[in-house]
């Protein structure tokens, strides 16, 4: 997996995503973009793409495509709207882009691409590094000027969309990203 950090401009948010959907099947992988103010940090993202690829190796899936899945993962939720929140939107905000090879469990198989795609890079990682370097040298619909986001959340956003309260908070033994992490977890005990 490769997260690529730098702050978005969105001139077209349904082409922008429509172009991060088209790299993801020119190299076999999956793209998702994330509002950096919601992930608390790299093993937010790590556990939701674990979790999403379970519920679609046991048929357990939302979502047909594997990019909204770790989406709901990512935000625990099993409400699609709710969950694009998360998501980056118009204009100018700090991004997060996952590059994530796919595992062969993408559920029926209607948005599969080609599985020739990584198999032609040659590996998982080199399909996720050519894919990233195109989500970095995006223009147009929107684009990515690199810098750091990853763990600079923001605390009282991340504390609204996730409900934790002073209560939970002080009854935890760790951090508000600890607390996401659990919700995260939970989502699949909560269906």
Do not use: W
């Not at 959907?21 to 076999?28: Q, S, T």
């Not at 709710?82 to 700090?94: H, I, K, N, T």
């Not at 990233?132 to 995006?138: E, F, I, T």
Request: glycine share 10%.
């Amino acid at each position: 997996m490769e997260l690529i950090e730098g702050v978005a401009t969105v001139e077209d948010l349904d082409a922008f995503v429509a172009r991060l959907g088209e790299i993801g099947g020119e190299h076999g992988v999956t793209v998702q973009a994330f509002d950096a103010r919601y992930v608390v940090d790299r093993a937010h993202l790590v556990r939701a793409v674990e979790l999403a690829d379970r519920a679609l190796a046991r048929g357990e899936n939302v979502a047909r495509d594997r990019a909204v899945e770790i989406l709901l993962y990512a935000a625990g939720t099993r409400q699609i709207d709710r969950a694009l929140e998360l998501g980056v939107s118009d204009g100018e905000c700090p991004a997060v882009v996952l590059v994530d090879a796919r595992d062969g469990t993408e559920g029926d198989g209607e948005d599969e691409v080609d599985s020739g795609a990584e198999a032609a890079d040659g590996s998982a990682a080199e399909a996720e590094r050519r894919a990233a370097a195109a989500v970095r040298g995006m223009d147009g619909p929107g684009r990515i000027e690199s810098a750091e986001t990853l763990g600079a959340f923001d605390a009282d956003r991340v504390r609204e969309y996730f409900e934790v309260s002073d209560a939970e908070l002080d009854a935890v033994e760790g951090s508000l990203a600890d607390v996401v992490r659990e919700r995260v977890a939970l989502l699949d005990v909560a269906k």
